[in-house]
């Protein structure tokens, strides 16, 4: 099936409309997100008030169609905002995109009853969640996980652990990814979908103490025989579940590139503005041949990654195939981030070091980067597959 087929096709928005857009979530972040960044970040506190404004804001529902509730932007929108909103604190977007991945699921596999029954609820935010598919043995061999449902007359009894879920705690419905048959050959043909709201038999176990990302919660999901109808099976079928859960990466990874996007540029900012005011040799280090250097080489990796991010986005929303161009966008622009953030701390010197400046949170949010939605390695995997094969001899 080609992606055009299990897409929506969403059309470009009107220039005006989308700028109107940006200007509004750009004078949220001024207004409403910079002055708290600080606060949440160090005390790793969960925004609830900035939560609830990007669910008036409509950012929970910013990809369900509007026919369910949503904005229905176009990916390239999409990753315009994550990209505004993540120059500032990347963290933040990670409460509305986990939440996003589990619609998105919902949206594009889910049944017609499933898709009235919970896109409106999700759209506005009044449930919140995201999507669990890691397991303390399985994160990238994805077809490794362990837990079990197994069918019990309409219901199915669904046992086992999720680890290091975003949204954990705060979320209260998540996209599961189980094994419905363990005998299964190959793996992925025994693994299924469902949407799982919080209920008996479904507990958080830890809360992850992170080095960044922080007020955003990331918990260990614990299941002992918890019980849900099968009308929650996504798609109502056994065996699709593989395929649900990693459709929505292409998504996800332009999600994660325009991220690091956000944190390439908001770190390249901070240098630009500390460069030209702090003075050695009676004179700004932005003179320092040294610091022109570092600066150079910042704003070209930052302009890299934003094209092949919205390269990436158009050729999503043109229904193409772009599983290699949302790697490379992903890996490249993630790769910015930790380079950019890094560069970002040495021109900052000692004051890198203190907490009473920002530049020490992109360093220490640029890393996962390169870890979610695939990591890095793997990435490079993926794009040398599809070029290959793109090009056969
Ligand atoms: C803050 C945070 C939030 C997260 N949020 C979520 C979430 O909401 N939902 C969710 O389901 N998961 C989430 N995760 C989990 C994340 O998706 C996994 O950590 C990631 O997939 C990597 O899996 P792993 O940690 O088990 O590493 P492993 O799979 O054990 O990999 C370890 C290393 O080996 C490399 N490697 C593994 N296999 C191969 C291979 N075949 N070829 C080459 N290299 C390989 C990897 O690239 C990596 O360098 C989150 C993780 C973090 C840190």
Redesign the pocket.
């Known amino acids: 099936m080609s992606n055009s087929e299990t897409r929506t096709a969403v059309a470009q928005l009107p220039p005006e409309e989308e700028e109107a857009l940006l200007h509004t979530i750009s004078r949220w972040v001024d207004r409403d997100v910079r002055p708290v960044v600080m606060k949440h970040d160090h005390g790793d506190i969960w925004p609830e008030e900035i939560v609830n404004q990007m669910a008036e804001l409509g950012l929970f529902g910013a990809v369900i169609d509007p026919e369910y509730g949503g904005l229905g932007l176009p990916a390239v929108t999409y990753a315009k905002i994550v990209a505004l909103i993540s120059s500032y604190w990347m963290a933040v977007t990670?409460i509305f995109n986990?939440h996003l991945?589990l619609a998105v699921a919902i949206q594009r596999f889910g049944t017609e009853e499933q898709k009235r029954e919970w896109l409106p609820k999700l759209a506005s935010g009044e449930i919140r969640g995201?999507?669990?598919?890691?397991e303390?043995?399985?994160?990238?061999?994805?077809q490794a996980i362990r837990m079990t449902a197994v069918r019990d007359g309409d219901d199915y009894v669904i046992n086992g652990t999720?680890?290091?879920?975003?949204?954990?705690v705060h979320g209260s419905c998540f996209a599961l990814?189980v094994k419905t048959d363990q005998s299964a050959d190959p793996r992925y043909k025994g693994m299924s979908l469902f949407i799982a709201p919080k209920a008996d038999g479904f507990t958080v176990g830890k809360k992850?103490d992170?080095l960044g990302?922080k007020s955003?919660d990331?918990a260990e999901l614990v299941f002992d025989n918890y019980r849900i109808p099968a009308t929650n099976l996504i798609g109502g079928v056994e065996g699709k579940g593989f395929f649900q859960a990693t459709g929505g990466l292409e998504l996800g990874r332009i999600n994660v590139a325009a991220r690091g996007v956000g944190l390439a540029e908001g770190s390249l900012r901070l240098a630009t503005e500390y460069a030209q005011v702090r003075e050695t040799m009676g004179k700004p280090i932005a003179e320092h041949q040294a610091i022109q250097l570092k600066i150079g080489e910042m704003v070209t990796r930052a302009r890299a990654a934003r094209l092949l991010t919205f390269d990436a986005a158009e050729a999503y929303d043109r229904g193409d195939r772009c599983d290699m161009e949302a790697g490379m966008a992903k890996y490249y622009a993630s790769e910015a981030a930790v380079r950019n953030s890094e560069e970002a701390m040495r021109i900052f010197g000692g004051y890198a070091y203190s907490k009473e400046y920002e530049i020490e949170r992109y360093y220490r949010d640029a890393l996962?980067m390169c870890?979610?939605?695939?990591?890095?390695?793997?990435q490079r995997?993926i794009i040398s597959k599809q070029w290959i094969k793109r090009n056969p001899a």
């Open positions: 990670g986990s991945m995201g999507l669990a598919l890691t303390p043995n399985a994160g990238t061999d994805l999720k680890t290091w879920i975003s949204n954990g990814l992850f992170k990302y955003i990331s996962l870890i979610g939605e695939g990591t890095n390695e793997m995997i």
